[in-house]
């Protein structure tokens, strides 16, 4: 702690905090060129949402775990030990997803690259060099992916106490209710978009998130407890249903041999610039201007920038557009 070591836990804090994001960000790219390259092509949209799906099943248990420690722990106990629980308890689930990827096998898709001797020898240069297009989409929808996720989801319970609104306490558990919704909301978006296309469920949520969100953070700022988890639960689901039709979107932009590469380079960055930074500028701009509508201009901003771009994207779903040569 700072009482220990001074300032260095600051850095030490944020150190850990890099060295999170950069394995998240790796482990989820490359979870989700591998559930889609396993998938059946009429069931990639669902498949590849189940990794959008587990994400949050991650987050509904991290922020439950954090519910129940600050219900049940006193203040004194929660900031002598307690805020150790779910760091255990994280442990402990990272030790079993060790041993579940000790026994996977290469995608069947790399498996073929690997007989055909089609696999890159720099792939990031033959990203760069093939498929700059497909970064750029993937980039957009990651945007768009990331802001409504990490602003619309997030950074909800800051902002509930923050405004005011409710305790610390309340705002955990309406988090948790707004993430059972996106459990539920993820797999259903896949489904959809396996039926009728990426492009159409992805410009209709675009749209969504382009109206829906100012409104949305007025109504939970300013109503009842009531209000404010139906705001929640409303921004939520435009979270899911980005995250679960933009995992899939965001991978068939390239062939095999670029995925992965490809993935990380636009989806990536993308969460870096407008997922880890935003709820921190969303929040220091409400303690200047005093603002409760600024998180959600935000991600109306970044949705009406990645609507063109979606329109003019070809269809990527199986049997449609750029999909053809997949």
């Not at 954090?66 to 006193?74: E, I, K, N, T």
């Not at 992916?145 to 305790?167: E, H, K, N, Q, R």
């Not at 990426?198 to 109504?219: D, Q």
Request: with cysteine; charged share 10%; hydrophobic share 55%.
């Amino acid at each position: 702690t700072q009482a220990q070591i001074g300032p260095l836990a600051g850095w030490l804090l944020l150190a850990l905090r890099c060295v999170m994001g950069f394995a998240v960000g790796g482990e989820y790219t490359g979870v989700v060129a591998y559930l889609l390259e396993g998938a059946r092509p009429e069931r990639r949209g669902l498949v590849a949402s189940s990794a959008s799906a587990a994400s949050e099943i991650g987050a509904l248990l991290a922020v439950g775990v954090s519910a129940a420690c600050v219900h049940s722990l006193s203040e004194v106990a929660l900031d002598g030990w307690g805020w150790r629980i779910p760091f255990f308890i994280g442990a402990a689930l990272a030790g079993v997803v060790w041993l579940a990827r000790a026994t996977m096998q290469e995608s069947p898709d790399f498996q073929r690259q690997v007989a055909e001797g089609t696999v890159p020898r720099r792939p990031l240069r033959h990203a760069l060099a093939h498929h700059r297009v497909g970064i750029i989409r993937g980039f957009a929808i990651s945007a768009l992916g990331s802001i409504t996720y990490y602003v619309g989801i997030t950074y909800v319970p800051a902002f509930l106490t923050t405004t005011g609104t409710m305790d610390e306490g309340l705002s955990l558990w309406l988090a948790t209710i707004a993430a059972l919704a996106v459990i539920l909301v993820t797999p259903l978006t896949g489904i959809l978009s396996d039926r009728i296309g990426r492009k159409p469920v992805l410009i209709v949520l675009a749209i969504l998130a382009a109206v829906l969100p100012t409104t949305l953070f007025i109504l939970m700022a300013n109503g009842s407890t009531l209000q404010a988890l139906l705001g929640a639960v409303s921004l939520a689901c435009v979270a899911g249903g980005v995250s679960a039709v933009g995992a899939v979107a965001t991978a068939e932009q390239f062939p095999g041999e670029a995925r992965l590469t490809g993935l990380a380079l636009g989806a990536t960055g993308a969460t870096a610039v407008f997922g880890g930074f935003a709820p921190w500028v969303a929040q220091r701009i409400i303690d200047v201007t005093g603002s409760a509508m600024t998180p959600g201009v935000m991600i109306a901003v970044v949705a009406l920038c990645v609507l063109p771009i979606l329109m003019l994207a070809p269809e990527t779903a199986p049997g449609r557009g750029l999909a053809a040569s997949r």
